[in-house]
């Protein structure tokens, strides 16, 4: 049972133009909430989080939007740009990190059009 | 460079040999986390530590696998009698005990033959 879900596997996207990436989650015990970005054969770097007890966390380009009633993340980038290209993963955790770490989803391939 | 490092980037191996995998976490993070990726995937936990006291293990973690933090720093994670299905990236990540943040090394890409 998948307790994040991405259900996008790829989305493309013109450049300049707002890249929105979603994520819902099952588990009600996530309070922390994180985007990590991955390119080909490199490790996944975290990119931006945000705390249950806000809905909205922005930094620069990215913007991460959280609706806890209907229990959907989206992260925003604008504008987009081609290096944003890559393999975006939504992560959640338990108060406290939780004993099984991250829980992450399958991960959206953004691609970005020139 | 004082970020998650981990050796060596890629493994090519016969079905039934042991592999051993090296990560050095960044020096001040107390807590090492082991994850595997197979394509079209997440990453998984697999376990972690807290200083050198392995706190959980996934059940994905068979008895084939073992991981160590002997002195709390560096951390290996060994593979024995290797078998096709453990083919994947092995990721490690370090962070502070407080953080839920973490951060990710280059990750060992296992091949099984």
């Known amino acids: 049972d998948q307790q994040v879900k991405q259900n996008s596997p790829s989305l493309s996207v013109q450049e300049g133009r707002i890249s929105i990436l979603n994520c819902d989650y099952t588990?009600?015990?996530?309070?922390?909430f994180l985007w990590y970005k991955k390119y080909p054969a490199e490790g996944p770097t975290f990119l931006i989080s945000?705390?249950?007890?806000?809905d909205k966390n922005e930094d620069g380009r990215f913007t991460v939007f959280l609706n806890k009633s209907a229990k959907h993340l989206s992260l925003h980038i604008v504008p987009s740009q081609p290096g944003d290209s890559a393999v975006y993963f939504c992560?959640?955790?338990?108060?406290?990190?939780?004993?099984?770490?991250?829980?992450f989803g399958k991960g959206t391939h953004l691609i970005i059009q020139p | 460079d004082t970020g998650v490092s981990q050796d060596p980037r890629h493994k090519i191996t016969k079905r039934g040999q042991n592999v051993t995998f090296r990560c050095d976490p960044i020096?001040?993070?107390?807590?090492l986390y082991w994850y595997r990726q197979t394509l079209g995937q997440g990453p998984e936990f697999l376990t972690y530590?807290?200083?050198?006291?392995?706190?959980?293990k996934s059940r994905l973690l068979s008895d084939r696998f073992s991981a160590e933090r002997p002195k709390g720093s560096f951390s290996t994670l060994e593979i024995q009698r290797t078998e096709q299905g453990d083919s994947a990236m092995y990721l490690c990540?370090?962070?502070?005990?407080?953080?839920?943040?973490?951060?990710f090394g280059p990750g060992t890409r296992l091949t099984v033959l």
């Open positions: 992560a959640a955790s338990e108060p406290g990190g939780g004993a099984d770490g991250l829980t």
């Open positions: 945000i705390s249950s007890i806000k």
């Open positions: 530590f807290q200083n050198e006291a392995q706190l959980e």
């Open positions: 588990n009600s015990m996530f309070d922390y």
């Open positions: 990540a370090s962070s502070l005990v407080s953080a839920s943040v973490r951060f």
């Open positions: 020096s001040e993070h107390n807590r």
